[in-house]
């Protein structure tokens, strides 16, 4: 592993949601007929309801941004990587419609 990598940011990139991806990611995590408010696409009265794991696809978009699928931390191919750790954290339902500005940070090694 290339240690000099530890702390190196991404540049920031933006990234875009809407209640039709809400919908569909609800539905591929099976949403049934008892939690429509996840799969409702805006539609009806109340607002649409989004998984807090929504966030973690967001993530993914942004990986596929990446030139090197390991961040430039080592000499080695893709199908040698492992993710090590991941966690979230949220201080507020999601909401399904959203822009933030996304970075990549190395944080640390083993």
Known sequence: MHLERVGAVSSPSRRRWTPRE????????GAGWNELGFA??????????????????????ESQSWPDAGFATGDYEPHQLVLGSQSLELARPLRPRGDVTVRTRVAGRL
């Open 22 to 29: 809400c919908a569909l990611y609800a539905l591929a995590l």
């Open 40 to 61: 409702s696409d805006g539609v009806g009265e109340s607002e649409q309801l989004v998984y807090p794991t929504f966030a973690l696809t967001i993530c993914a978009a």
